[in-house]
């Protein structure tokens, strides 16, 4: 092996290099490019946004935009307006060990998603969107019967716990539903803006149901009489849709073919 360098040829190698050391700066002119060309694009996808949005309520996509809001809306109401108030609610209608009982009811989400998983495609999506929230809305009023019930403790607990459990599993499979036809039923050109715009729609619904489960939390029977009833609006609304069902079905990739 060579023996290590020696100072002076160390020096020889790696040459001092005068003056303190250059460090690249950026130049005013590149950040203010940056900046603009970060407005331009942001100004480009609200051109594009717009755009898309007055599409959805064309002519052609009206009669399929507003009934699919309004079933997020109404879903989204009734679903998410229970769901976050579901402790409380199992609190004020003085169910014991709430948090074992609201286990039960997070868990009820699987067997909604192997319910749609096995139906969807057999029955169709619409057939599919409107019995579960038909039977969601149905399972919030027997959990209202048998709040209001002062009967046997162990049969009124049974009977409030396994209705939100059931409510549960069919709102989720209601929403593996609407976001199948939601998907579906527009053609690709829009169909991400439609999406966005629909659950744009849900989340008012949502917002909304907030402070009016907030309102009627006192009277848990009427809290779940109106959430009952928002989702059989939700239940209704799909057929006022054009073509509420494209199970098993080409998608369309245009408006023109709208039209044909």
């Not at 699919?68 to 209608?93: A, C, E, K, R």
């Not at 319910?115 to 039977?135: E, N, P, Y």
């Not at 069919?170 to 593996?176: C, D, Q, R, S, V």
């Not at 619904?205 to 939390?217: C, E, Y």
Request: hydrophobic residues 50%; charged residues 10%.
């Amino acid at each position: 092996t060579s023996a290590p360098w020696t100072l002076p040829e160390a020096l020889q190698q790696f040459p001092r290099q005068s003056g303190p050391p250059h460090v690249p700066r950026a130049s005013f002119g590149s950040s203010s490019s940056i900046i603009l060309d970060s407005i331009r694009a942001m100004r480009e996808a609200w051109s594009d946004f717009l755009q898309s949005t007055s599409k959805l309520y064309s002519q052609q996509l009206r009669r399929t935009t507003l009934p699919l809001q309004m079933v997020w809306f109404t879903l989204s109401f009734g679903s998410y307006g229970i769901l976050t108030w579901i402790n409380t609610l199992f609190v004020t209608v003085h169910l014991e060990n709430v948090y074992w009982n609201a286990l039960l009811f997070a868990i009820s989400n699987l067997p909604g998603n192997i319910l749609s998983a096995m139906f969807m495609d057999r029955i169709g999506r619409a057939a599919m969107l409107i019995s579960s929230v038909l039977a969601a809305a149905m399972s919030l009023v027997m959990f209202a019967v048998f709040a209001r019930d002062n009967g046997t403790a162990s049969i009124r607990t049974s009977g409030i716990v396994t209705s939100a459990c059931c409510f549960q599993a069919f709102t989720i499979a209601a929403w593996n539903a609407i976001d199948c036809m939601t998907s579906e039923l527009f053609p690709t050109t829009v169909r991400s803006t439609g999406m966005g715009v629909c659950a744009a729609s849900g989340r008012i619904g949502a917002m909304i149901a907030q402070f009016v489960n907030g309102a009627l939390v006192g009277n848990p029977v009427r809290l779940l009489l109106v959430a009952s009833f928002t989702l059989v609006l939700g239940a209704i609304t799909p057929f006022l849709l054009p073509n509420a069902d494209m199970t098993l079905q080409p998608l369309e990739d245009d408006l023109a073919k709208r039209n044909t």
